[in-house]
C-alpha cells in the first residue's frame, strides 16, 4: 500500500554553517521554553531552556532566542557538525493557576 | 538515557490483545509521564502521574490505562490494542532538582498492532 511520510519542515546546511531553527509559539502566557533534539530512533533529548524573563541564553555552541513580542523561539547552533542531524522541537510550559482559596484567620 | 529505561524497545503485538510497557526510573523523580509519537502530530501525552498511585489523562487517553504502585515504576497497559495505537511511545520523568525544569525521556517504544 501506500506510505505518506512525516512531511516536516527541513533545513539543510553545508558542515560549519550556522543553523538557526525557528519556533512560533501560541499560548502568551508561557513562562518556558525548551529545546529538544531527537536522533532517529532515539528519545528527544533536552538542549537547552529558557525563562520568559530573560530574551537570550547561551550554552556550548547553542544559543536560545525568545521574542515575545512576536511570540517567537529561535535556536541557533554554531559551526553546524553532522552529529547535528536530528529533529528539534520546540516545547513551552504555561503555569496555571486555580481560582484560589481565601483564608481568613480568626483571631 | 541514563536513569529511565524502557521495556520492551520494540512489540509486534495482534489486534485485540493487550499490552503493557514499563516506564523504570532510577532518578527518584516525582513526575512520569507517557506519550506517543506518529507522524504528523509529534508528541502528544497520554496519560501522566504526579506520585505513587495518582494519575491524570492527557489528551489522547481513549484506549489505555496507566498505574503507579511505586515511584520508579510507570506502565502504560492497551486493554485491547487496535491499530491506531501502532506508535512509538516515549516516557518522560520531571522534578529532579536540578536546574532544568524540562523532562527527561526514555529511548522509547516501537509498538506495531497488526
Known amino acids: 500500500g501506500e506510505s505518506v511520510g512525516l512531511h516536516l519542515p527541513t533545513l539543510s546546511v553545508q558542515e560549519g554553517d550556522n543553523s538557526i531553527i525557528n519556533c512560533a509559539y501560541s499560548?502568551?502566557?508561557?513562562?518556558?521554553f525548551i529545546w529538544y533534539k531527537q536522533e532517529s530512533g532515539k528519545g528527544p533529548q533536552f538542549i537547552i531552556d529558557?525563562?520568559?524573563?530573560?530574551d537570550k541564553r547561551q550554552g556550548q555552541r547553542v544559543t536560545v532566542l525568545l521574542n515575545k513580542t512576536v511570540k517567537h523561539l529561535s535556536l541557533q547552533i554554531a559551526a553546524t557538525q553532522p552529529g547535528d542531524s536530528a529533529v528539534y522541537f520546540c516545547?513551552?510550559?504555561?503555569?496555571?493557576f486555580g481560582g484560589g482559596t481565601r483564608l481568613m484567620v480568626k483571631p | 538515557d541514563a536513569g529511565i529505561t524502557q521495556s520492551p524497545r520494540h512489540k509486534v503485538t495482534e489486534t485485540g490483545t493487550p499490552v503493557t510497557l514499563r516506564c523504570h526510573q532510577t532518578?527518584?523523580?516525582?513526575?512520569m509521564y507517557w506519550y506517543r509519537q506518529d507522524p504528523g502530530h509529534g508528541l502528544r501525552l497520554i496519560h501522566y502521574?504526579?506520585?505513587?498511585?495518582?494519575?491524570d489523562k492527557g489528551e489522547v487517553s481513549d484506549g489505555y490505562s496507566v498505574s503507579r504502585s511505586k515511584t520508579e515504576d510507570f506502565l502504560l497497559t492497551l486493554e485491547s490494542a487496535t491499530s491506531s495505537q501502532t506508535s512509538v511511545y516515549f516516557c518522560?520523568?520531571?522534578?529532579?532538582?536540578?536546574?532544568?525544569?524540562?523532562?527527561?525521556f526514555g529511548s522509547g517504544t516501537r509498538l506495531t498492532v497488526v
Open positions: 529558557i525563562r520568559s524573563n530573560m
Open positions: 516545547a513551552q510550559m504555561v503555569l496555571t
Open positions: 499560548n502568551s502566557a508561557s513562562d518556558y
Open positions: 532518578e527518584n523523580h516525582r513526575y
Open positions: 502521574s504526579y506520585g505513587v498511585k495518582d494519575t
Open positions: 518522560a520523568i520531571s522534578g529532579g532538582q536540578g536546574r532544568n525544569y524540562g523532562y527527561t
